[in-house]
């Protein structure tokens, strides 16, 4: 238990790192979304100033992150100059739209890579491992990029899917199936690509972690027991590649996120990516911010959660934290 | 040694890849910057042996492309019109290496141009854009990934052999740059500097940012090889002798990280030229009119050039047998210096 | 066999002499509490110059952590050790720097003790690299002269460690030690990784080495039998303390404590069956 909230402690620790270090990086930039606007002629340079005390951009920073970190803890998230209205509720909507991608791309990834490894770990070595070997060197060698940008160009040279997007202009207006069936659509080439992106690495390292739990002697023994493959394979070997299995989750989350923000782009899935990228040449100071630490709040989650399931699954570290 | 044939294999198989995006000047039938605004989006053109009348040519040759009729941009070939092929052309000058001025390129035609790639919107030569392009891209995934692995070196070895808080502080940074999503935290800090720079400047910007970004998690291999060499007895055996700190570094400790740097030198340079593809390919990278293989695929955000000039996808796809002369380099290195395990592989390394 | 007693006047004052001896080590656990390892308890003794001092115990008693400590590789908690006279445990790093050369270790494994990327040459020019005390010309002249001295041809400058054999990689261990003419030579377990004839044949160097150059030898075994052999004096040791101290003799006929009775139980004897031998 002490190992869970320990390993909850550093997580906060991560985010507020973060949120600091994003901070500090905006005083690199040169120039911010007022200089912008002071050159505008059609506003009052009154009105300027005005906005910029509202915002208390001329504060110095230790006192604006003070004042952010404040208004965070209300349930604030600060103030977008470039959509003139407060950043939480623009994040959190385009977040789940992220999510929806995130999440459905992780589970059809591990929902492929995890049986494909584990097939492959089994006949290390043959004809179909080899098969699954060059298929997946194959995709390891395609740039996220040029399967982003592939896809797009399938659906346009063949119209089964929609060009990228969330929703047909007519989305309003269907049944409740009908939006099911149209943000389906939506999602089968941006998940497509993501999931394609992340699978060749997966796969090869569940391959190896299998692959290496197999061969120990503790394994053989339990064969010559007599307990049936499937039991083996996933009551015991599983449970003994849980390790790095699960720290390949919490690395496979990253990637991911990654992922997804080329793939959002690259598609107009509007989520966090997009966003992101408009603030950002916007200077569209608390967005970024905003979005920046979301989405190291989602890596950061996902990676508590593998240490939780870790917890779970391996009793070694169940034994160190209550022995401490 | 089986090992060692795969590792020259592929290390020949980068360098004449490499040789060619060097020599892109020779290779290349064009300048990249030339533009020829009478021909905008021209599709590839076609080589041929035998011609519309069945003969037979010794010289591959290509047709001419005109207008279709009624349409404005759909070209076809003009089997009135036969552009042979000439070898050795001369043709727009070029700095050989950097050095030499030439202006012999590897194939040209008289009169009308060869564009076996297909033009942009300017008319410029595709292929010769992709082979200049790749020059940039390359180079940066290159420096960038020597950055990140200068950075990741001296921090490690700092963590590693000083230990106590030193090592505490240096790894808590280090969680802290590998929390963010990689691609994310990269954005942030290109976009934060300036955005519209000079080529070069924006060139050298790119690596910096690159080489910033990825320097946790080689610095974490290199803390873990520092402290297991530190309490090799031969490292002890040197303090017995009086050995400083930085003698030991330079002579015992980091020498046995080379490994680890090599290998991930080799995993590292592909994900870099992605990297700076990416960037370029949002616009947040090298700049018109300087070809790098991103900018070269910037265009296809629009939804008419997806639809109709399907070739200006092909750039993407330039990245490919670099990627495979890469992976196939790391999977040979790994296994070259450390032949004795089986499948060792930990997340962030390819292969 | 030397004792304290039969040497006489000539040179009764010890060359090392340990007083009240610690060493801890902490450890911060994850979950925060502070683990604490006492490797080294009040130990005490001194050694006559010339002589071998045998530090015997099982693995885990802490022996290898005075040795480290003897050699000024590591700084003890508390205590004082004295090296002929002067106190050298509590010295400055740089002090601890200028006796080391005069305490030499060598090491018990020697692929581990020497640098598998360096050739023979390169390992033995080391101490006087580091102690500034040879050009380029006289590296080699150094170096075959050290390893005349241990027994092995000159032949072999230009090889790497993995090219010779266990014997000969420690007699180049013990002889890249010799380099710097230390004054006491401490051996962690260096002939516990070895070959039983080779055992002998070191043991043997070792022993002519100390009665050609007079040089004073701690050695720390797990090996009763191969201390029975090699020392004047055996002290045994557990978890971290000296249980029992004297003349080797003395210890392993009349063993007064009880870790010193196991010690000897776990030596094989061969029982003499003389007709066995000959019907």
Not at chain 2, 31 to 37: G, N, T, V
Not at chain 2, 235 to 243: H, M, P, Q
Request: glycine share 8%; proline share 6%; net charge positive.
């Amino acid at each position: 238990m002490r190992y869970l909230l320990g390993r909850a402690a550093h997580a906060l620790f991560l985010v507020v790192g973060v949120s600091i270090l994003t901070f500090l990086f905006t005083t690199l930039a040169p120039g911010n979304y007022f200089d912008e606007m002071r050159m505008n002629p059609q506003i009052a340079p009154e009105t300027v100033a005005a906005l910029r005390a509202q915002y208390q951009i001329d504060r110095p920073l230790p006192v604006r992150y003070a004042s952010w970190l404040n208004s965070v803890v209300h349930g604030q998230m600060g103030y977008s100059f470039a959509y003139n209205s407060p950043v939480a509720p623009i994040l959190l909507m385009r977040a789940r739209n992220t999510l929806l991608l995130a999440i459905t791309a992780t589970l059809l990834a591990w929902g492929i890579a995890l049986p494909l490894g584990i097939w492959s770990a089994e006949r290390l070595g043959r004809l179909p491992d080899r098969l699954v070997s060059w298929a997946t060197a194959a995709l390891l060698v395609i740039p996220d990029l040029a399967l982003a940008l592939g896809f797009l160009v399938i659906a346009v040279r063949t119209g089964w899917f929609p060009v990228g997007g969330m929703s047909s202009l007519d989305f309003d207006s269907l049944t409740l199936s009908g939006k099911f069936r149209d943000l389906a659509l939506h999602m089968v080439l941006p998940v497509a690509a993501l999931v394609l992106s992340a699978l060749p690495l997966l796969i090869r390292h569940v391959r190896a972690a299998v692959a290496e739990v197999l061969d120990a002697p503790f394994l053989l023994a339990a064969r010559g027991h007599g307990i049936p493959r499937r039991v083996l394979v996933y009551r015991y070997a599983l449970r003994a590649a849980a390790n790095p299995l699960i720290s390949l989750f919490g690395f496979s989350i990253g990637t991911l996120l990654s992922g997804s923000l080329l793939v959002e782009v690259v598609m107009s899935w509007p989520g966090l990516g997009p966003l992101l990228l408009e603030s950002i040449l916007a200077r569209d100071l608390y967005v970024v911010i905003g979005g920046v630490l979301l989405s190291t709040l989602f890596l950061v989650t996902g990676n508590f959660i593998a240490d939780i399931l870790l917890y779970w699954a391996d009793p070694r570290i169940r034994r160190e934290s209550t022995a401490a | 040694m089986r090992s060692r044939r795969a590792l020259v294999k592929w290390l020949v198989i980068l360098g004449v890849l490499h040789a060619i995006i060097v020599c892109a000047g020779f290779f290349a039938p064009y300048d990249p910057i030339e533009q020829d605004r009478k021909n905008p989006y021209l599709p590839p053109m076609q080589l041929h042996l035998l011609d519309a009348g069945g003969h037979f040519h010794l010289r591959p040759f290509a047709y001419g492309l005109k207008l279709r009729e009624e349409t404005f941009d759909q070209y076809e070939q003009d089997t009135g019109q036969t552009i042979p092929l000439k070898f050795f052309q001369s043709g727009a000058v070029y700095r050989l290496l950097g050095f030499f001025h030439s202006r012999i390129h590897l194939f040209g035609a008289d009169g009308a141009r060869v564009c076996l790639l297909g033009t942009d919107a300017y008319g410029r030569d595709q292929l010769s854009r992709l082979l200049y392009g790749g020059r940039i891209s390359l180079l940066a995934g290159i420096l960038g990934a020597g950055c990140s692995l200068f950075i990741g070196l001296c921090v490690g070895a700092a963590a590693g052999y000083f230990g106590g808080w030193r090592d505490a502080a240096l790894m808590r940074a280090a969680e802290l740059f590998l929390a963010l999503p990689w691609l994310y935290l990269l954005f942030a800090l290109r976009a934060f500097l300036p955005l519209s720079v000079s080529p070069l400047k924006a060139f050298f910007l790119i690596v910096a940012v690159i080489g910033v970004v990825g320097w946790a998690r080689p610095a974490r291999l290199v803390r873990g090889v520092v402290l297991s060499a530190k309490e090799r007895d031969f490292v002890r055996a040197a303090r017995g002798f009086g050995a400083p700190d930085g003698y030991l570094l330079r002579r015992h400790i980091l020498p046995e990280t080379s490994s680890v740097l090599l290998t991930q030198a080799a995993i590292l340079t592909p994900q870099y030229v992605l990297a700076e593809m990416t960037l370029s390919f949002l616009g947040l990278g090298v700049p018109e009119p300087v070809p790098s293989w991103g900018n070269l695929l910037s265009n296809l955000q629009q939804y008419s050039v997806l639809v109709s000039y399907w070739w200006m996808y092909l750039p993407a796809l330039a990245m490919v047998p670099f990627f495979v002369g890469y992976l196939g380099l790391a999977s040979s290195l790994q296994e070259w210096l450390e032949p004795y395990k089986i499948e060792r592989r930990s997340p962030g390394s390819l292969a | 066999m030397k004792t304290e007693a039969s040497i006489g006047g000539q040179a009764c004052r010890p060359i090392l002499k340990v007083e009240r001896l610690e060493k801890r080590y902490t450890r911060q656990s994850l979950s925060g509490t502070r683990e604490e390892l006492v490797a080294l308890r009040g130990i005490e003794f001194s050694i006559l110059p010339g002589t071998t001092l045998a530090v015997v115990g099982e693995s885990g008693s802490g022996k290898s952590t005075l040795a480290l400590c003897l050699a000024c590789l590591e700084q003890p908690t508390s205590g004082r050790i004295w090296f002929e006279g002067r106190d050298i445990s509590q010295l400055a790093e740089s002090g601890r720097r200028e006796i080391r050369p005069q305490i030499q270790l060598v090491f018990q494994d020697p692929a581990n003790s020497l640098n598998p990327r360096w050739d023979v040459l390169e390992i033995l020019s080391e101490p006087f690299v580091l102690q500034k005390r040879t050009t380029i010309k006289g590296m080699k002249q150094r170096a075959v002269s050290l390893l005349e001295r241990v027994g092995l041809s000159s032949g072999i400058v230009a090889r790497l460690p993995q090219e010779l054999s266990g014997g000969q990689r420690q007699r180049l261990a013990i002889a890249r030690a010799l380099a710097l003419e230390p004054k006491l030579l401490i051996l962690d377990e260096a002939l516990s990784a070895l070959d039983c004839s080779v055992q002998a044949q070191i043991a043997n160097l070792l022993m002519d080495l100390q009665d050609s150059l007079g040089m004073t030898y701690l050695f720390v075994t797990h090996d009763l039998a191969m201390a029975a052999h090699l020392a004047d004096e055996i002290a045994v040791m557990n978890c971290g303390r000296i249980v029992e101290r004297g003349p080797a003799e003395e210890v392993l006929r009349v063993p007064k404590h009880e870790s010193t009775r196991e010690l000897l139980a776990a030596v094989p004897r061969i029982p003499r069956t003389p007709n066995s031998v000959t019907g």
